[in-house]
């Protein structure tokens, strides 16, 4: 089961690089606690899952790129290349010269739909390489115009044409203190729009990798690279291999295999998820957890904790709740690895803040002129701020 | 795609297509004798590289999978002091380029800026667009009513990089007249201007920018100036219109020079999507700043050549002697600081497009504050480098501003940090977290910060950053300027030279002094807002 991995605007395009390059790495990292067959198994169904073939053996990316201005395609591009672990496919990618400006509105307006041919046509031949398809992962960012608007244009057109096949989007939530002023507006209006036609939304806070480079890590100058290694490391941990609940040298087929839905039990709610990624546990409300292990004692490791019912909300068993893969095989260079994938209420906050911001700006009016010009209207704000709404009060009551 | 065969060029334009520094070079003739050395090209091949089609070959690029290229940005320089500043920015682009450049390829970076032009092919068919550099021809329209500068640049060490076609002079000069100007030489030469304008565009694979350089208080920069801009929106009316203008100061020789900046303010209200305000009293400040430093004497304060954001020739004894040269430099740099995260990688890019997006809160409050740091480099390895926080201070005080005013007591409405060099995420967010407290933000824009990352630092320096506000700290620079106007317009001093030009009536004065008064007036609504606590708006109450 092959995941297609669609890379969107910069933010994208880099973080995607450093996936494929953590599951590579992994893949191929020597392994003292694993038998050799029981590698084997692993590593193929990694390259599977993420590479193809080419003829002299050098694996290639099951992904897209888009980009609309050529800078970082092209670097992301070379690389890989000079990497020679891997590489992208010659004719995976599409960009542009012009950019999105930063502007949601130009990048689902117009590049949307004048790119759509091209885009669609890309991801169908990366398809049709897979001998069955699991999936799509869209990394995309939200402060920006390109991976915001575009992305969400894209999982819209993806919904219409692979209605069966899951979309989880990867998004990268802004820092605070901005890097983008209108990165409030553009973060709205992809949220709301991603939560018509995406199956999972998985959220990285760059404050939350920023923390965890300076305390945890200890790095004293912080580079984007930095960030999105570590990024890259937790998506590793969770997307790699692991085995069936059978325990038989059968690598889990499907590694979005759980039942991200949760319909609750009031009528009349649509049924969103929403997850969100992180080390440590916080005692918000979840409806479901997932708990990936790997390496040395995975069988013997004691779990109560994350049964607790206190964790999750009272319309909820926790042995419904929560879930857990266990996998001998440990990932990368570490003994003994624990990941865990959490839909709570853990962005309930970061989602307020940004919906308070963006609605004081959208008060004054300010840069609306911006979106307007190519077609995002006032009413088109007005729906994504209501929709926003609704989703933090459904987890505000969990 | 076709590409040019390395075989073809069998003498390689090696690294002396880029000036020492120092050093006066011509291109032209460096190349012509070379020429016979080389083995002729199928040109057949090479001309059609020039005239890609911006839709096919985004599409080809989506059938093969091929590199795109960047956009390209045109500057358009009006008037003695427009033609100044851009020869100084041309001589600043060549040097930036050739020290990132080593291997004289012509690249993406460079061809946002430059042409390569085969310069043996007659005609418009010589445009190279991969390969090796030829010659490089200043994507550039040269405009003056007067002959004197641009002659002066056409007999200089750049006159090779600027094409002939792509110049309009006349003899007679617009007299510090913004009418005769705008009026008089915007209807004599509109066709010329659009055919040139045009011209430039073609030689785009894609346009994104125009840059208009030009100061507010004469005849021919102001008026045609700022009649250009009016031809920019309409022919044009997709492209970026950034506009550097030099305000006069108080003690401007030019007694009519209110009347002009009025009326040029006017069309730059209305036609430009973004104004970069410069004023020579500022650039002095900063020249003196420097000369402080240079002179006085202290131990480790010797300063690295090719680092002074004032000199481009890398000697600083002779801005002493030319100031303009040296102040000139200065808004030189600030053009490439502007469009360097355009051109060149980093892990945070910033496209020209953005800086709009980001800095103009609504469509009339387009006036941008710049500062630039650092000014300079010391060269004693001794001394330790400046701390890059000192970097970022720097760029909130007021001596680095290109432009008097003083945004820490005023409100901003948005701000962006442009970072060259080795800075990365974490510097940057540890100075804004650190600057923060002592800026005043408006309460809709409490984190309005727009930051860039850009790989390449400017020549001589490892770091550096260009900070533009937007900030109602311009406001009273407006308003001295309306009271300068006021007080010659109700005296009616030298009215008659303006009226007596066709199509100037005493209203043009009049909505131009209530356009200037309009915009005052949304600073001074902006600015009542400073001292209220700032509050969260009522939400949307939603049923759950």
């Given amino acids: 089961m092959s995941i297609v991995t669609v890379?969107?605007?910069?933010?994208?395009n880099q973080i995607g690089f450093e996936v494929f390059d953590a599951l590579f790495i992994d893949s191929h990292c020597p392994q003292r606690l694993s038998s050799k067959r029981e590698n084997e198994a692993y590593q193929?169904?990694?390259?599977?899952?993420?590479?193809?073939?080419?003829?002299?053996?050098?694996?290639?990316?099951?992904?897209?790129?888009?980009?609309?201005?050529?800078k970082v395609i092209n670097q992301t591009l070379s690389k890989a290349a000079q990497s020679g672990r891997w590489k992208y496919g010659q004719h995976s990618s599409f960009c542009q010269k012009q950019g999105s400006g930063n502007n949601w509105a130009y990048g689902y307006s117009v590049h949307g739909p004048r790119h759509e041919e091209s885009i669609r046509n890309l991801i169908q031949k990366e398809v049709e390489k897979c001998d069955s398809l699991s999936g799509f992962f869209i990394i995309m960012s939200m402060a920006g115009g390109t991976g915001s608007g575009l992305g969400a244009f894209v999982t819209q057109n993806l919904q219409d044409q692979y209605s069966n096949s899951l979309k989880m989007n990867q998004i990268i939530w802004p820092y605070g203190t901005g890097e983008v002023i209108v990165q409030n507006y553009n973060s709205i209006l992809t949220l709301s729009h991603l939560y018509r036609s995406s199956d999972a939304l998985l959220v990285h806070e760059n404050d939350a990798v920023h923390k965890i480079c300076a305390k945890l890590m200890n790095i004293k100058q912080i580079s984007f690279s930095d960030i999105n290694q570590v990024l890259a490391h937790q998506l590793g941990s969770v997307f790699q291999p692991t085995y069936s609940a059978e325990g038989s040298f059968h690598y889990r087929r499907n590694p979005l295999g759980i039942d991200w839905q949760i319909r609750p039990p009031l009528?009349?709610?649509?049924?969103?998820?929403?997850m969100s990624l992180n080390k440590e546990l916080h005692f918000n409300t979840s409806i479901a957890n997932l708990l990936i292990l790997r390496g040395k004692d995975v069988h013997s490791a004691d779990l109560e904790g994350f049964k607790d019912p206190a964790l999750y909300t009272s319309w909820l068993e926790p042995v419904n709740a929560f879930n857990v893969w266990r996998t001998?095989?440990?990932?990368?260079?570490?003994?003994?690895?624990?990941?865990?994938?959490?839909?709570?209420?853990?962005?309930?906050?970061?989602?307020?803040?940004?919906?308070g911001k963006a609605w004081n700006m959208f008060a004054s009016k300010a840069y609306v002129h911006q979106y307007t010009k190519f077609g995002i209207e006032e009413e088109d704000f007005l729906d994504s701020f209501a929709l926003l709404e609704q989703v933090v009060a459904s987890y505000c009551t969990l | 795609m076709v590409t040019v065969r390395r075989s073809a060029l069998a003498q390689p334009?090696?690294?002396?297509?880029?000036?020492?520094?120092?050093?006066?070079?011509?291109y032209g003739s460096d190349l012509r004798q070379r020429r016979d050395l080389r083995s002729p090209r199928p040109l057949g091949e090479l001309r059609s590289c020039a005239r890609g089609i911006q839709r096919r070959r985004g599409f080809l690029s989506a059938l093969s999978g091929q590199r795109c290229s960047m956009t390209q940005s045109v500057i358009v320089q009006v008037g003695q002091c427009g033609n100044q500043i851009g020869c100084c920015f041309w001589d600043l682009a060549l040097r930036e380029h050739a020290a990132v450049n080593q291997k004289g390829i012509y690249d993406e970076a460079i061809s946002s800026f430059f042409r390569n032009v085969d310069t043996r092919v007659v005609g418009d068919g010589g445009s190279i667009s991969k390969g090796k550099i030829c010659s490089l021809k200043a994507r550039a329209v040269l405009i003056d009513m007067e002959e004197g500068v641009v002659n002066e640049i056409l007999q200089g060490p750049l006159r090779d990089v600027f094409d002939s076609k792509q110049l309009i002079t006349d003899i007679s000069g617009s007299g510090n007249n913004w009418a005769v100007g705008h009026k008089v030489f915007g209807s004599r030469y509109q066709e010329e201007i659009l055919e040139k304008l045009r011209k430039s565009a073609e030689h785009c694979d894609c346009l994104q920018c125009f840059f208009v350089i030009h100061s507010m208080g004469g005849g021919t920069g102001s008026g045609l100036g700022t009649y250009l801009l009016k031809v920019l929106e309409d022919e044009f009316p997709e492209v970026y219109r950034f506009v550097t203008s030099v305000y006069p100061s108080g003690e401007d020789d030019v007694i009519t020079s209110p009347y002009n900046s009025i009326l040029a303010m006017k069309e730059l209200n209305e036609h430009a999507d973004c104004v970069l305000p410069i004023d020579n009293q500022s650039l002095f400040d900063i020249i003196s700043k420097i000369d402080l430093v240079v002179n006085s004497g202290k131990l480790g304060t010797t300063i690295k050549p090719k680092s002074l954001v004032t000199s481009s020739a890398g000697t600083f004894k002779k801005w002493q002697e030319k100031p303009f040269d040296a102040m000139n430099n200065i808004v030189a740099n600030l053009l490439l600081s502007l469009t360097s995260s355009a051109r060149f990688e980093g892990s945070l890019n910033m496209d020209l497009n953005e800086i709009s997006m980001n800095l103009v809160p609504f469509p009339q409050l387009h006036y941008l504050v710049s500062s630039l740091t650092p000014l300079y480099t010391l060269a004693d390895v001794n001394v330790p480098p400046r701390r890059l926080d000192q970097m970022f201070s720097d760029a909130f005080s007021k001596d680095h501003q290109l432009?008097?005013?003083d945004p820490k007591h005023s409100l901003y409405l948005a701000c962006a940090l442009m970072v060259r060099g080795n800075v990365q995420i974490s510097d940057l967010r540890r100075n804004i977290e650190r600057l923060k407290p002592s800026l005043r933000f408006v309460s809709w824009n409490q984190e309005g910060w727009k930051t860039s990352l850009c790989s390449v630092p400017p020549v001589g320096h490892s770091h550096s950053l260009l900070a533009l506000a937007n900030n109602t700290c311009v406001k009273p620079t407006f308003v001295e300027l309306r009271e300068r106007f006021l007080r010659l317009y109700k005296k009616k001093a030298h009215l008659h030279h303006y009226?007596?030009?066709e199509g100037m009536e005493e209203s043009c004065f009049t909505e131009a002094e209530s356009s200037l008064s309009a915009l005052i007036r949304e600073y001074n609504q902006l600015d009542a807002t400073k001292s209220r606590p700032v509050e969260d708006l009522p939400r949307l109450s939603v049923a759950v």
Avoid: H
């Fill in chain 1, 7 to 12: 890379q969107l605007g910069q933010c994208g």
């Fill in chain 1, 44 to 70: 193929a169904s990694c390259k599977e899952r993420f590479f193809s073939e080419e003829e002299n053996g050098v694996p290639i990316a099951r992904a897209v790129l888009v980009d609309m201005e050529p």
């Fill in chain 1, 267 to 274: 009528p009349g709610l649509p049924s969103l998820s929403k």
């Fill in chain 1, 328 to 355: 001998q095989r440990a990932f990368s260079k570490y003994e003994k690895s624990a990941a865990l994938v959490s839909n709570s209420q853990f962005l309930v906050k970061p989602l307020d803040m940004i919906v």
């Fill in chain 2, 13 to 26: 334009c090696d690294g002396k297509l880029f000036p020492e520094p120092g050093e006066v070079l011509s």
């Fill in chain 2, 403 to 405: 432009i008097r005013a």
């Fill in chain 2, 499 to 501: 009226l007596q030009i």
